[in-house]
């Protein structure tokens, strides 16, 4: 007991992570991992149970209308992975929609499992139009998915999802949605938006710890991907069946990982659903910008695309600014910001998502501005 206060203790002292997961998770979502945790644990089959039925209603779907909770072992990319690798049959063709390193990694995973796929490629500063997928579709008619992704972390934009569906649909195409970095932190109706497939994880705006992810599934979809998949442990279909005849996984479940997630989606509840937390997701990032700017920084995006779960910020042009030296000295105080991953320019991108509040961003900005002014370094 004694060496668990103390540690509980030390927690004030935790490191506020502006990263797009894992994130800053709250200290009874810790907490709730001390339990160990059998897999057949009456309470963990109930908590899965719970899971799978809440993370429908976020999605505004449920059971009785068609659609099915899979969850996932590993990161967000090996449910995106069980998606990509067991729905897509022999004869059918996957469009793989990308504007972005997530886009991309998709395209890596239908080339890996020899999908028959196309890329259809859009700037990393520019969303996927609805009018391009539908002018592709046009021309191909031998498509039967299309995959995008809702909120490409890469920069932070949003692409356009319900419009982009409107199109799908209109040629009768199934669509997959990566919303990973977004679902949680923005009000998404699956069935509005058209999504037959929709990825998440456990460690983005839902607050949860790293450990697993998950596919809400249009059941109708979900039933043809029986023996189709390439891969055992991925293999969505049998995973799924595996959850409804007994409640268990296949193979060795994250029980802790599971156990925080359902205290996450309480806490999601308590602070008023998903469009409160939309709402706190949005402030951050007025805050953030707005302070930025004052101090001269640029974003790399157009603010017309930009969605709210992550900015990007251009180095500043004074060839003394060093962002690993930036990044150490936030480090050193507690505050961990995100290196850049795009290809045509320099910059580094602060995450508004976790358990990070309006005054988190205020301190954030003042340390920024602290380190700066220390340097000499002019924005
Ligand atoms: C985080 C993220 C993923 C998954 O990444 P993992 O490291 O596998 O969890 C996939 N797509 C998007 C858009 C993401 O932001």
Redesign the pocket.
């Given at each position: 007991m004694h060496s668990i206060n103390h540690n509980i203790l030390n927690m004030s002292q935790q490191p506020l992570l502006f990263t797009?997961?894992p994130l800053s998770t709250s200290l009874s979502v810790k907490q709730a991992m001390l339990k160990d945790m059998g897999s057949r644990d009456y309470e963990f089959i109930r908590a899965v149970k719970d899971i799978r039925n809440g993370l429908l209603r976020l999605a505004h779907v449920s059971k009785e209308e068609g659609y099915e909770c899979v969850i996932m072992q590993g990161?967000?990319?090996?449910a995106?992975e069980s998606v990509i690798s067991s729905v897509i049959g022999e004869n059918d063709k996957l469009l793989v929609l990308a504007n972005g390193a997530?886009g991309e990694?998709i395209a890596k995973m239908a080339r890996i499992h020899k999908l028959n796929h196309e890329v259809l490629r859009f700037d990393e500063d520019c969303i996927v139009t609805p009018e391009a997928v539908e002018n592709f579709l046009k021309e191909h008619t031998d498509i039967t998915h299309v995959a995008c992704?809702h909120?490409?972390?890469t920069t932070g934009l949003f692409n356009p999802i319900a419009a982009i569906g409107d199109v799908v649909k209109k040629y009768s195409k199934v669509f997959i949605v990566?919303a990973?970095?977004s679902f949680g932190g923005v009000v998404m109706d699956m069935k509005a938006m058209q999504v037959d497939f929709l990825v998440s994880?456990s460690?983005?705006c839902i607050e949860g710890v790293?450990g697993f992810?998950f596919a809400l599934c249009k059941k109708t979809e979900l039933e043809k991907a029986k023996g189709r998949a390439r891969s055992l442990s991925l293999d969505l279909y049998d995973q799924w069946a595996g959850l409804e005849s007994n409640g268990q996984f296949r193979f060795t479940p994250p029980t802790l990982s599971i156990m925080a997630f359902r205290k996450a989606m309480q806490e999601l509840e308590e602070e008023g659903g998903i469009e409160a937390r939309e709402h706190r997701y949005k402030t951050n990032k007025q805050i953030l910008d707005e302070g930025m700017h004052a101090m001269g920084f640029k974003q790399y995006l157009k603010p017309e695309i930009q969605g709210h779960i992550i900015s990007s910020f251009l180095y500043p042009e004074d060839p003394r600014f060093d962002f690993a030296d930036f990044y150490e000295k936030l480090n050193k105080r507690g505050l961990v910001i995100y290196p850049g991953k795009l290809s045509k320019a320099n910059a580094f991108r602060i995450g508004n998502i976790g358990q990070i509040f309006p005054d988190d961003i205020e301190n954030l900005l003042q340390a920024i501005k602290e380190i700066l002014e220390g340097d000499s370094i002019s924005v």
């Open positions: 797009p997961g990161s967000g990319t090996f995106v997530y990694r992704i909120s490409e972390t990566d990973m970095s994880s460690n983005k790293p992810a």
